[in-house]
Each structure stands twice: as C-alpha cells, then as structure tokens.
C-alpha cells in the first residue's frame, strides 16, 4: 500500500486543507504564495501529488500552522 492512502496521510492532507481554510485562503491563492498553479495545491490536497517535508513546511508557514502541532494530532510524537 502506498503511503498516500494509509489513514495517517489523509489525515494530514484533512488537517492542511482545515488549516489553510481557517487562515482565509483558497487554493488559488496559496498557489500564488506558493508560485504554483492552482492545480498543484489541488492535486496536493486530493492526494493525487504527494507532499514533501520542504513542501510540507513551506505551506505551513504559509498559511500560518505549526507543524510540530499537525504532526503532534498525528500522533507520531511521543507524549513525556
């Protein structure tokens, strides 16, 4: 099975697509942050383009989300 269909994944792609919402923006413009068609964010956000950590930081920081916060509701970091 390829890691863009596990649960994790998709729920990571839930979490950016919640996460740019709620920072106002739509996929056409985070693509112009981004320098990118609208299309790139699109097939990212359907799970059509996987996701790279740079890219993964980068929108991030472009919509405004910690990633430590989104991999933490991931539950891939261990609680002390």
Request: one cysteine or more.
């Amino acid at each position: 099975m390829k890691s863009i269909y596990e649960r994790s994944y998709q729920t990571l792609l839930g979490l950016l697509v919640q996460a740019r919402k709620e920072a106002g923006l739509t996929q056409q413009q985070l693509a112009a942050k981004l320098r990118r068609p609208q299309s790139f964010v699109s097939k990212i956000e359907n799970g059509e383009r996987r996701l790279d950590v740079v890219e993964f930081l980068t929108f991030c920081r472009l919509i405004g989300t910690n990633p430590h916060a989104m991999i933490e509701q991931l539950g891939f970091t261990k609680k002390s």
